[in-house]
T-cell receptor
Framework: KQEVTQIPAALSVPEGENLVLNCSFT??????LQWFRQDPGKGLTSLLL?????REQTSGRLNASLDKSSGRSTLYIAASQPGDSATYLC???????????FGTGTRLQVFP | DAGVIQSPRHEVTEMGQEVTLRCKPI?????LFWYRQTMMRGLELLIY????????DSGMPEDRFSAKMPNASFSTLKIQPSEPRDSAVYFC???????????FGAGTRLSVL
């Protein structure tokens, strides 16, 4: 059974720092991996999607990497801003299904 | 497009009552997903549809839960009878293709007293 874990569960940093959020999964047979952002009381917004054949994806200050063999993905946030404060969730799509299996999330707070 | 639209945004009901949550997916999206989010269990997939057909309902917790998609632009999730442990935020998401990202609605916060 696929399990997805995110570390740390919470993170508080000053503005301007570069951050790394971690996601690990137990079964490397995945179709793709997605990183989402969730603001309090809101739905999820997709940030990056990495197909299983890819190693990384970039969007602005965000860079996500995927190492399928080791069951890990990282989300790198450069020059963090208070507006980046949110919960970040990773989700994997196992190869044999259309489902997404979500991690427990990392709650990020960036203070001025 | 206005995105995935869910209604109501908040629902407060008493134990034993029937609850119906509604979702309008993004036009042209062939996949629709219903999720539940709680503090204890995080985000869990309840059921998903492809071209209005339920594909996997293994996440539906009990027979009290049912979901329908009568057409490509509308889906409902019904709980009958509701119980306090059903209190959660319920999300609907849609996707154009199984390989593509999922677009989430704002969710319905359900409180069962």
């Amino acid at each position: 059974k696929q399990e997805v874990t995110q570390i740390p569960a919470a993170l508080s940093v000053p503005e301007g720092e570069n951050l790394v959020l971690n996601c690990s999964f137990t079964d490397s047979a995945i179709y793709n991996l997605q990183w989402f952002r969730q603001d309090p009381g809101k739905g999820l917004t997709s940030l990056l999607l990495i197909q299983s054949s890819q190693r990384e994806q970039t969007s602005g200050r965000l860079n996500a990497s995927l190492d399928k063999s080791s069951g890990r993905s990282t989300l790198y946030i450069a020059a963090s801003q208070p507006g980046d404060s949110a919960t970040y969730l990773c989700a994997v799509r196992p190869r044999n299904t259309d489902k997404l299996i979500f991690g427990t999330g990392t709650r990020l707070q960036v203070f001025p | 497009d206005a995105g995935v639209i869910q209604s109501p945004r908040h629902e407060v009901t008493e134990m034993g009552q029937e609850v119906t949550l509604r979702c309008k997916p993004i036009s042209g999206h062939d996949y629709l997903f219903w999720y539940r989010q709680t503090m204890m269990r995080g985000l869990e997939l309840l059921i998903y549809f492809n071209n209005n057909v339920p594909i996997d309902d293994s996440g539906m917790p009990e027979d009290r839960f049912s979901a329908k998609m009568p057409n490509a632009s509308f889906s409902t999730l019904k709980i009958q009878p509701s119980e306090p442990r059903d209190s959660a935020v319920y999300f609907c998401a849609s996707s154009p293709d199984r390989r593509d990202i999922q677009y989430f609605g704002a969710g319905t916060r359900l409180s069962v007293l």
